[in-house]
């Protein structure tokens, strides 16, 4: 494993691939650069694999492997997820059996219904696996949406002002939550031989089931309405109860605005700032 990327692992990190996989080179970095999770592609005598390690402050590979433990049989035994291989939670590190793919984010399968008609479909058997009601979810969530607010971001005084208002005002019924992915558009699916497949479960937890669809409203549905469509066909109903839709919206564009302001992507810091207008003149429109 000499190889700069191989550097950014830790000690314990490197101990542990090395006993899993003995004699691994990297064959490439995939990872993106925000975050301080190394992604590596590497060969192994069993195959192609990839390798996810996570820095100190990380918390995206515990929720990885709990997803790939508790949720994700039914996309893995039809070949629709990687297959987890080797993990340790406590050195934030996991090995998965590479997924072959393409990846669908700016190639001709990001503008076809019937992608998005899969997705919808695999969204939902993930959904189904299992469910819970959370009487505490909605004040979390909001409570969340106040730590953003009081972060460093770029939110105008008077929105921040008028947001604080809408959260002090919402109603914080039980929630039924279900497994989600956390991050579902396309640059998380993959398409093989026509067969769409998922990768990246770093954001994946229990919430409620519409918040999966918020990343896809917000571009690709909004671009596209036949996509919506598609994609509602596949999942077999449209989960957005519009009150709680509406505060999942204004809660996510914060947290978009704030978190992308704070890792320095300022093409996704203005997607939020555009999305805390958009949430803030949906809400003063609604009876």
Same mark, same amino acid.
């Given at each position: 494993m000499r190889s700069g990327a191989f550097d950014r692992l830790t000690d314990v990190q490197r101990m542990r691939l090395g006993r899993w996989l003995p004699g691994a080179v990297l064959d490439a970095d995939l990872s993106r650069g925000l975050i301080e999770t190394t992604v590596l592609r590497v060969r192994a005598a069993g195959?192609?694999?990839v390798v996810k390690a996570g820095g100190a402050l990380d918390s995206h590979i515990a929720r990885e492997i709990r #997803?790939?433990?508790s949720w994700l049989a039914p996309w893995v035994s039809a070949g629709r997820a990687p297959v987890l291989l080797h993990h340790d939670v406590d050195a934030k590190v996991l090995v998965t059996r590479w997924l072959p793919g393409r990846l669908v984010l700016h190639d001709p399968a990001a503008d076809d219904p019937k992608v998005y008609e899969q997705a919808g479909r695999l969204l939902a058997a993930l959904h189904a696996v299992e469910q819970r009601v959370d009487p505490t979810y909605e004040s979390r969530e909001n409570?969340?949406?106040r730590r953003?607010? #009081?972060s460093p971001h770029l939110i105008a005084p008077r929105d921040v002002a008028r947001i604080g208002e809408l959260v002090a005002s919402w109603p914080e019924p039980s929630a039924v939550l279900v497994p989600t992915h956390g991050d579902w558009q396309p640059r998380n699916w993959?398409?093989?031989?026509g067969?769409?497949?998922v990768i990246d479960l770093g954001r994946a937890d229990m919430r409620p089931a519409a918040t999966d669809l918020d990343r896809l409203a917000a571009r690709d549905f909004r671009r596209d309405p036949a996509l919506e469509a598609a994609f509602l066909l596949g999942y077999g109903e449209d989960p957005r109860?519009?009150?709680?839709?509406g505060r999942t919206q204004v809660r996510e564009a914060v947290a978009t605005a704030a978190w992308a302001h704070q890792v320095g992507d300022?093409?996704?810091e203005r997607e939020g700032l555009r999305r805390v207008a958009e949430a803030l003149a949906s809400a003063s429109t609604d009876p």
């Open positions: 195959g192609l694999c #997803a790939h433990r409570a969340r949406c953003w607010l #009081a993959l398409v093989h031989e067969e769409v497949r109860e519009p009150e709680a839709w300022e093409a996704f």
